[in-house]
Nanobody, 124 residues
Framework: QVELVESGGGLVQDGGSLSLSCAASGRPFSWYNMAWFRQAPGKEREFVAS????????YYAEFVQGRFTISRDDAKTSVYLQMNNLKPEDTAVYYC?????????????????WGQGTRVTVFS
């Protein structure tokens, strides 16, 4: 079992930045590929970014457009999402997720563990 706890959400102005963190506990963090998803009000949860175990290959949704950076620190059993140039359409609850199948995977069902989410609100 893996427990994931997100933090770092909040209110930010259009064009601002936020850094999200996800702390993992339980089974060895290095076993898992990690990802961020988000769910905007009234919309389905969608893939944002992921990072592979060991090598740290990264994958991003097209809408990120170079604004977000995912990283991980295995010593701290944490994954991060640095979000720059935020837009109102980035408003959502952001979720951390983990799997052993592959970091390139983008479907919700392909991730085994989920956090409770942290809310990000971008206002103009």
């Amino acid at each position: 079992q893996v427990e994931l706890v997100e933090s770092g959400g909040g209110l930010v102005q259009d064009g601002g930045s936020l850094s999200l963190s996800c702390a993992a506990s339980g089974r060895p963090f290095s076993w898992y590929n990690m990802a961020w998803f988000r769910q905007a009000p009234g919309k389905e949860r969608e893939f944002v970014a992921s990072i592979s175990r060991t090598i740290g290959d990264t994958y991003y949704a097209e809408f990120v457009q170079g604004r977000f950076t995912i990283s991980r620190d295995d010593a701290k059993t944490s994954v991060y999402l640095q979000m720059n140039n935020l837009k109102p359409e980035d408003t959502a609850v952001y979720y951390c997720a983990a799997n052993t199948g592959g970091a390139w995977l983008k479907r919700l069902t392909e991730y085994d563990y989920w956090g409770q989410g942290t809310r990000v609100t971008v206002f103009s």
